[in-house]
């Protein structure tokens, strides 16, 4: 474990991932600040400490988002859009700068496990999504930041089941929950073990 962190901002609170990921670090404890573009896709079962409408494209909403938080969780997303786009890229790399701005160091991020493919094997509908993926990989290896970079594989609506198996660098498996997805971006946040590396995830094989 490392520094305490209570106090942190979720990026993409209302995506599939994002509203998981919410739920798990309000369960554990954690003073969450919901970064959202449109706060009606907030169920209302799901109550965060502080919910902020926002743009991350917009400098002032994320800084606003940033100032006083000791850690931050990146769920950025397209939902069903998967045309070429820089959203998510100059999302992170405004959220880094933020960071910077007010000395808040760790962050994770969310990416794709098809960041660990050869580019001609990641199917031709994905390579725009996954082309932005790296862009946000690029500004995180450019910052000082300490920052964990995530990369999921097909993320399912199944209940958590716990046992997931991390690994540094390398692919694991297949799918995850996005509840078990959720835990691992808030406990990776906690680690240090696993500071400037992607991290790759799945279950046990049976």
Not at 48 to 76: C, F, H, S, W, Y
Not at 86 to 98: L, P
Not at 145 to 174: C, M, Q
């Amino acid at each position: 474990m490392t520094r305490n962190i209570r106090k942190i901002v979720i990026f993409g609170a209302t995506g599939n991932t994002g509203l998981a990921t919410v739920q798990v670090a309000l369960n554990l404890g954690f003073e969450v600040t919901a970064f959202l573009r449109d706060p009606t896709k907030l169920p209302p079962d799901v109550k965060p400490n502080i919910v902020i409408k926002g743009d991350v494209l917009n400098t002032d909403d994320v800084n606003k988002a940033v100032e006083g938080q000791d850690g931050v969780v990146i769920v950025l997303g397209t939902r069903n859009d998967l045309s070429p786009t820089t959203v998510m890229s100059e999302g992170t790399r405004n959220i880094v700068q933020a960071m910077k701005m007010y000395n808040v160091l760790r962050v994770t991020c969310c990416m794709s496990a098809f960041l660990f493919w050869e580019r001609d094997k990641v199917p031709p509908r994905l390579v725009p999504l996954t082309e932005d993926h790296e862009r946000m990989m690029n500004v995180l290896k450019e910052s000082d930041r300490e920052w964990v970079a995530l990369f999921p594989p097909h993320i399912t609506n199944e209940p958590a089941t716990k046992n997931y198996i991390l690994k540094k660098d390398t692919s694991v498996g297949h799918v995850i929950s996005k509840f078990d997805l959720g835990e691992i971006m808030i406990k990776c946040l906690l680690m240090d073990d696993y500071i400037g590396h992607t991290v790759g995830m799945g279950y046990p094989q049976v």
